[in-house]
């Protein structure tokens, strides 16, 4: 089992910036490729950013291409969410997400493990 606790949400105004971080527990957190997701109210979850199991590929969606970055420290067993120029849109709940393997990946069904979320609130 792999646990996984998010924190870093807010409100924030248009343009401000948060990080978010989440702590894994409970396995060898190199083992495991990490995801940052979304659900805004009404609206499907989505992929928003994924990094392998070294740190040194990582992938977004388009739309938080270049305002999002993903990073990992291995040694703290932490992933980050570093959020740049928020807009109204990136409103929803982002989930951190675990799977044991190498490479990246935007697809939600091959995670096995989610944290609870931390809602992040921007507003115009």
């Known amino acids: 089992q792999v646990q996984l606790v998010e924190s870093g949400g807010g409100l924030v105004q248009a343009g401000g910036s948060l990080r978010l971080s989440c702590a894994a527990s409970?396995?060898?957190?190199?083992?495991?490729?990490m995801g940052w997701f979304r659900q805004a109210p009404g609206k499907e979850r989505e992929f928003a950013a994924a990094i392998n199991r070294s740190g040194g590929s990582t992938d977004y969606l388009d739309s938080v291409k270049g305002r999002f970055t993903i990073s990992r420290d291995n040694a703290k067993s932490t992933v980050y969410l570093q959020m740049n120029n928020l807009k109204p849109e990136d409103t929803a709940v982002y989930y951190c997400?675990?799977?044991?393997?190498?490479?990246?990946?935007?697809?939600?069904?091959?995670?096995?493990?989610w944290g609870q979320g931390t809602q992040v609130t921007v507003s115009s």
């Open positions: 409970g396995r060898t957190f190199s083992n495991y490729a």
């Open positions: 997400a675990a799977y044991r393997g190498v490479y990246m990946s935007g697809d939600a069904d091959r995670y096995e493990y």
